[in-house]
């Protein structure tokens, strides 16, 4: 049985085997996309993904029997070979401090692409859209008045 050399140690990397000389696998954007998207969603102040439009559409899907929630809302990914990056659009929770809001979803995301694909994540990009009241909207109390 042959050794193992550094050379095909290097192309490997360190996290898996996606290029190795039995073969190559590849992973779709809409992979890495969903992975990164449930991962920001765990992340405690974290109230939705996606900018107002992308928002909008998924509550009208929610409402639609037998429809499935998007997972990659409001993420967009860029797949290389060894290599990914992550866009993010997000609406934090009111109250929650934005700076470690980001540094939260980024720990996350890049923990959890790293691990499920073998890929290195070189950037997390975040863009934050809104926040988020948890509070009834006073146009809704006056729909209900008689």
Avoid: C
């Avoid at 990397?13 to 992973?27: D, F, H, K, P």
């Avoid at 997972?71 to 934005?98: H, K, N, P």
């Avoid at 700076?99 to 863009?127: F, P, Q, Y």
Wanted: no cysteine.
């Amino acid at each position: 049985m042959a050794e193992k050399t550094t050379t095909d140690v290097e192309k490997r990397g360190s996290t898996g085997a996606l290029v190795t000389e039995l073969g190559r696998t590849t992973i779709a954007d809409s992979v890495v996309s969903k992975i990164a998207g449930i991962a920001a969603r765990e992340v405690a102040g974290v109230h939705d993904l996606g900018g107002g439009a992308a928002r909008t559409v998924s509550a009208i899907r929610e409402r639609i029997p037998g429809a499935s929630v998007d997972r990659s809302q409001g993420v967009a990914v860029e797949v290389g070979e060894r290599q990914t990056a992550v866009d993010i659009d997000l609406v934090a929770d009111y109250g929650v401090s934005i700076a470690d809001l980001a540094a939260a979803v980024r720990r996350n995301v890049i923990t959890a692409v790293e691990r499920m694909t073998g890929l290195e994540v070189t950037e997390v990009n975040l863009t934050v859209h809104d926040v988020f009241l948890d509070e009834p909207d006073e146009r809704d109390d006056d729909r209900h008045v008689e």
